[in-house]
């Protein structure tokens, strides 16, 4: 049974370049809270996430929405394991693959059947399992022949394509997905969000990070609303929308 | 303290086990350098083995040595110089280099370290082949003792190891480490005895820069079996010595900083 506890998380980011004049930019940003720390006070850090709870459970589909600069990229580092909390735990049971870019280690110079195996290593995939899936991810990108191609020949399309389907062939447990993973033109989008379905049913948990709606009403049971690196609201997706509604009209209206 | 200890092992033996994505990265990084030329990785080959052919000949006449005897303990000590100092000066930046990777996949950080020194052991592979033309050029007869090497490789690659986590550490956090690193490796080839013999120093400053010099032992475990001389146990007691002393003190610093690595990114 696959499950993630979140347990009190604060995560703060060292600022280190040019500290003065970036600080200054910051402050006029709605990102994260910028403070001293309290041992170096020449040290400036964001904190990104304050304080954050809350638990998924095995067939959970959790929503995080919010703002640009609300955490939810880096909540979703957090349940990744990329960044390990300043304060607070994170405990996960099951398997983590967090898909937030579609083409991690793509080498541009290697082929595109060379790269379905790269890729596939470097999502956690044995050698074995690629096998058996390299005709499947192949198809789905109808590149045919190109694959025998250097990556570097490709157009956008065809290498968003082939990260696509490599990506989307893994079997996840817990799957982290940034809503950033687009797929190229349109014919080819309703084909990838099929392929994105299916990769969602085989998870038993979902996280999904977005700031539309739409996708969260759609794929989520759970919801978590961001502003600010707090969670200000955790609960049935319905009710964290309408508050993120509010939020957006409190901030367009001031 | 002890959590974190177990995990900057774990680190390393996880990363090891992923062998095949450390083989593959340092393969992929090799060919990637010289993709679409003729002759490939050899293309370093031949820029460092023209160097030290070119300086065998004048350096042989400045120091009135024999070419015959010069030639191949250039070519060795260049080689072994070549794995040593090109391991520190990548070093440095083996986390910063890995940015993408790190922050968008979960995977022990060691794996990039591994593909570091596998990828340097592929190209001194392939810079062997300078000193195997001296040899044959030469007639440097080979003897038993030139299985040394083995032993010696495998010491470099530990070493290497600790070297590329610690070195790798600091890198990321302080970005002025990489410059650093290469200024004073630029000096170290001068000072260690590589373009000259340690016989040519005596006194004082001829055991500074010989017996208390730490790179003249590391060079000299590779160099001399590839001389078909034994290194004295001297150097092979300082190379032991360091990767103990090595080992803990970088198992110690990744402990503490191993999770800080994604945050300086």
């Given at each position: 049974?696959?499950?993630?506890?979140v347990h009190s998380v604060t995560v703060d980011f060292p600022i280190y370049e040019?500290i003065?004049?970036?600080?200054?930019?910051?402050?006029?940003?709605?990102?994260?809270?910028?403070r001293h720390d309290s041992r170096h006070s020449q040290r400036v850090t964001v904190r990104s996430l304050?304080?954050?709870?809350?638990?998924?459970?095995?067939?959970?589909?959790?929503?995080?929405?919010?703002?640009?600069?609300?955490?939810?990229?880096t909540?979703?580092r957090v349940l990744a394991g990329v960044y390990e909390p300043v304060a607070g735990k994170v405990v996960t049971?099951?398997?983590v693959?967090?898909?937030?870019?579609?083409?991690?280690?793509?080498?541009?110079?290697?082929?595109?059947?060379?790269?379905?195996?790269?890729?596939?290593?470097?999502?956690?995939?044995?050698?074995?399992?690629?096998?058996?899936?390299?005709?499947?991810?192949?198809?789905?990108?109808?590149?045919?022949?190109?694959?025998?191609?250097?990556?570097?020949?490709?157009?956008?399309?065809?290498?968003?394509?082939?990260?696509?389907?490599?990506?989307?062939?893994?079997?996840?447990?817990?799957?982290?997905?940034?809503?950033?993973?687009?797929?190229?033109?349109?014919?080819?989008?309703?084909?990838?969000?099929?392929?994105?379905?299916?990769?969602?049913?085989?998870?038993?948990?979902?996280?999904?990070?977005?700031?539309?709606?739409?996708?969260?009403?759609?794929?989520?049971?759970?919801?978590?609303?961001?502003?600010?690196?707090?969670?200000?609201?955790?609960?049935?997706?319905?009710?964290?929308?309408?508050?993120?509604?509010?939020?957006?009209?409190?901030?367009?209206?001031? | 303290m002890g959590s974190n200890y177990q995990a900057a092992v774990g680190d390393m033996v996880q990363g090891f086990r992923n062998?095949?994505?450390w083989?593959?990265?340092?393969?992929?990084?090799?060919?990637?350098?010289?993709?679409?030329?003729?002759?490939?990785?050899?293309?370093?080959?031949?820029?460092?083995?023209?160097?030290?052919?070119?300086?065998?000949?004048?350096?042989?006449?400045?120091?009135?040595?024999?070419?015959?005897?010069?030639?191949?303990?250039?070519?060795?000590?260049?080689?072994?110089?070549?794995?040593?100092?090109?391991i520190l000066n990548e070093s440095t930046s083996v986390f910063t280099t890995g940015e993408?990777l790190i922050k968008s996949l979960r995977f022990p950080l060691s794996t990039l370290v591994f593909a570091l020194v596998?990828?340097?052991?592929?190209?001194?592979?392939?810079?062997?082949?300078?000193?195997?033309?001296?040899?044959?050029?030469?007639?440097?007869?080979?003897?038993?003792?030139?299985?040394?090497?083995?032993?010696?490789?495998?010491?470099?690659a530990l070493n290497g190891l600790w070297v590329a986590v610690l070195l790798g550490i600091f890198g990321a956090r302080f970005r002025d480490v990489p410059p650093v690193v290469?200024?004073v490796?630029?000096?170290?080839?001068?000072?260690?005895?590589?373009?000259?013999?340690?016989?040519?120093?005596?006194?004082?400053?001829?055991?500074?820069?010989?017996?208390?010099?730490v790179?003249?032992?590391?060079?000299?475990?590779?160099?001399?079996?590839?001389?078909?001389?034994?290194?004295?146990?001297?150097?092979?007691?300082?190379?032991?010595g360091v990767s103990v002393f090595g080992w803990v003190v970088t198992l110690a610093m990744f402990s503490r900083f191993r999770r800080r690595i994604a945050y300086w990114l």
């Amino acid at each position: 049974m696959a499950s993630i506890a979140v347990h009190s998380v604060t995560v703060d980011f060292p600022i280190y370049e040019s500290i003065r004049s970036f600080k200054r930019d910051l402050l006029q940003r709605a990102g994260g809270l910028i403070r001293h720390d309290s041992r170096h006070s020449q040290r400036v850090t964001v904190r990104s996430l304050d304080n954050i709870s809350f638990s998924v459970e095995h067939g959970d589909r959790l929503g995080l929405i919010g703002h640009n600069g609300a955490g939810k990229s880096t909540l979703l580092r957090v349940l990744a394991g990329v960044y390990e909390p300043v304060a607070g735990k994170v405990v996960t049971e099951g398997k983590v693959s967090p898909l937030f870019n579609t083409s991690p280690g793509m080498v541009v110079d290697d082929t595109g059947y060379e790269n379905i195996f790269t890729c596939g290593l470097y999502l956690g995939m044995s050698m074995r399992e690629i096998q058996a899936k390299v005709n499947d991810i192949a198809e789905f990108t109808e590149l045919g022949e190109y694959l025998a191609l250097p990556v570097r020949t490709y157009s956008t399309g065809m290498l968003v394509r082939l990260g696509f389907a490599i990506a989307t062939a893994i079997d996840p447990e817990i799957l982290l997905l940034d809503e950033g993973l687009g797929a190229g033109d349109a014919r080819f989008t309703e084909k990838a969000s099929k392929r994105i379905d299916a990769l969602i049913q085989r998870s038993s948990i979902l996280v999904l990070a977005s700031h539309s709606d739409g996708l969260i009403r759609s794929m989520c049971n759970k919801a978590v609303l961001m502003d600010q690196g707090k969670a200000l609201r955790v609960g049935a997706v319905d009710e964290v929308l309408e508050a993120y509604h509010e939020l957006t009209q409190t901030k367009s209206g001031t | 303290m002890g959590s974190n200890y177990q995990a900057a092992v774990g680190d390393m033996v996880q990363g090891f086990r992923n062998w095949r994505m450390w083989t593959r990265l340092a393969w992929s990084d090799v060919k990637g350098r010289y993709r679409r030329t003729v002759i490939g990785p050899f293309w370093a080959t031949l820029s460092l083995g023209i160097v030290i052919f070119a300086m065998s000949v004048v350096m042989a006449r400045l120091f009135n040595a024999d070419l015959r005897q010069f030639l191949p303990y250039l070519t060795a000590g260049m080689v072994t110089w070549a794995l040593i100092s090109s391991i520190l000066n990548e070093s440095t930046s083996v986390f910063t280099t890995g940015e993408t990777l790190i922050k968008s996949l979960r995977f022990p950080l060691s794996t990039l370290v591994f593909a570091l020194v596998w990828r340097n052991l592929i190209m001194f592979a392939h810079n062997l082949s300078i000193h195997a033309v001296a040899t044959v050029l030469m007639s440097v007869p080979l003897s038993w003792t030139s299985l040394a090497l083995f032993p010696g490789l495998l010491l470099i690659a530990l070493n290497g190891l600790w070297v590329a986590v610690l070195l790798g550490i600091f890198g990321a956090r302080f970005r002025d480490v990489p410059p650093v690193v290469t200024a004073v490796l630029q000096v170290v080839v001068f000072v260690t005895p590589i373009f000259w013999n340690a016989d040519q120093i005596k006194g004082k400053l001829g055991f500074v820069l010989t017996d208390l010099n730490v790179f003249y032992h590391f060079v000299q475990i590779v160099r001399g079996p590839l001389l078909g001389t034994a290194p004295a146990y001297l150097s092979w007691l300082v190379v032991l010595g360091v990767s103990v002393f090595g080992w803990v003190v970088t198992l110690a610093m990744f402990s503490r900083f191993r999770r800080r690595i994604a945050y300086w990114l």
